[in-house]
């Protein structure tokens, strides 16, 4: 086998092996050209595998995730995907940029969670995908003295993402992220995002949109939330609980039948607030950790 460098001319033939290889995972939606490019574009690094022929057989990358700097590797199914993934995951992994790196698996994937440990890497936590019906109210909750709850203005994207980065401590949200929102999820606009606010400061928020890839491929009427995202001088106060509860009425009153969220082992007090509000565990996948320090 051999390396060789990534090429968007090369993206119909690596759709078809992703795909092919991912067909049987959790709501999978095959990909299309312009979707696997949208994933690949904010990759550190791309590395493809060929095989004696310059086939290409596998696909590793590197690219930065709100959990983390993550890994992904796939190899064209019928051929042994073990030891090319095994060669892509050497290849990549000194290119990691953090001195760490994850990958999710399948808690029901026993070999690839194998495939992994053998390799160094440990299940520290895990993505849970929480899920919620919509056929009634979100519960009736109060707000602290001094905070007020509403829909985001269409001219207060800047506050927006003031808001978001500060949560974050990260550029979690960039200029032009309503647009590319609605690009997404042509009924979205500004209002579908709910914010707390405290002296005149925007402190506090909660997305809502309508999951479109997942209700186009399964007809569904889904909803999804997030991010989400708190201050930390507000924090434990019952505003991201307020704001959900919010931002799940108004995906109800859009026709939804259903809204899902992510979250993470890591953070039980979020894992509390989703199951207060009647979300279920959908699915779930183990975060494998490996150190390069």
Aim: aromatic share 8%.
């Amino acid at each position: 086998m051999k390396l060789r460098k990534y090429s968007e001319t090369e993206i119909p033939e690596l759709v078809s092996i992703v795909n092919e290889a991912d067909k049987d995972e959790y709501e999978f939606i095959p990909y299309t050209d312009e979707d696997l490019q949208a994933e690949l574009r904010p990759a550190s690094t791309i590395l493809l595998a060929t095989d004696g022929q310059d086939r290409i057989v596998g696909l590793a990358y590197l690219r930065q995730d709100w959990y983390g700097e993550t890994v992904t590797t796939c190899a064209r199914p019928g051929t042994d995907w073990e030891e090319i993934e095994s060669f892509l995951l050497t290849a990549i992994e000194p290119h990691n940029r953090t001195g760490h790196i994850t990958t999710s698996v399948d808690p029901e994937d026993k070999e690839r969670i194998a495939f992994f440990t053998a390799r160094g890497y440990r299940a520290r936590s895990s993505l849970y995908q929480m899920v919620v019906d919509l056929d009634r109210p979100a519960p009736s909750l109060g707000l602290p003295d001094g905070y007020t709850i509403r829909s985001l203005k269409p001219d207060e994207e800047e506050r927006l993402i003031k808001l978001a980065n500060a949560a974050y401590n990260s550029d979690r949200l960039q200029p032009g992220i309503l647009a590319r929102w609605q690009a997404r999820d042509p009924d979205f606009r500004a209002d579908w995002v709910h914010v707390a606010e405290h002296a005149e400061e925007l402190v506090a928020m909660v997305r809502g949109c309508s999951d479109r890839d997942y209700n186009e491929h399964f007809n569904a009427r889904r909803g999804y939330l997030g991010p989400a995202a708190t201050l930390p001088d507000h924090r434990g106060k019952g505003l991201s609980k307020v704001l959900t509860a919010r931002a799940m009425d108004s995906l109800r009153q859009h026709g939804m039948h259903t809204a899902c969220l992510y979250t993470w082992s890591g953070n039980p007090p979020a894992v509390e607030l989703t199951k207060h509000l009647g979300f279920r565990l959908g699915h779930e996948w183990k975060i494998m950790h490996q150190s390069f320090r």
